[in-house]
């Protein structure tokens, strides 16, 4: 049905800056909510970004001034821009989307995630 590949992700020193990409694939007919999460090692995964359809987005109070999300409809993409990253930033980033399908309802679609490292 749909396919997300996150890219991006990689090593990076405490201050520094990465750009996460979320890339679709297949019979999207629309693209609703766009969610990106991350997962630490032993914790829960949590949320850190949404963009809407309208393009107002929403932020968690960790990344909020730091971190911007964005996205293309028209490639179906959405982008995580990562500033000032610290290492509690440390995480497998996931990219969500709401999107209907050829066929199919609405329904919500994982990427693979992809692994940011901050080093101190």
């Known amino acids: 049905q749909v396919q997300l590949v996150e890219s991006g992700g990689g090593l990076v020193q405490a201050g520094g800056s990465l750009r996460l990409s979320c890339a679709a694939s297949g019979k999207i007919m629309v693209v609703r909510d766009i969610n990106w999460y991350r997962e630490a090692p032993g914790k829960q995964r949590e949320f850190v970004a949404r963009?809407?359809?309208?393009?107002?987005?929403d932020y968690s109070d960790s990344v909020k001034g730091r971190f911007t999300i964005f996205r293309d409809d028209a490639k179906k993409m959405s982008y995580l821009q990562m500033n000032s990253l610290d290492p509690e930033d440390t995480a497998v980033y996931y990219c969500?989307?709401?999107?209907?399908?050829?066929?199919?309802?609405?329904?919500?679609?994982w990427g693979q995630g992809t692994q940011v490292t901050v080093s101190s």
């Open positions: 969500t989307m709401d999107a209907t399908v050829v066929g199919f309802p609405l329904q919500t679609y």
């Open positions: 963009i809407l359809q309208n393009e107002d987005t």
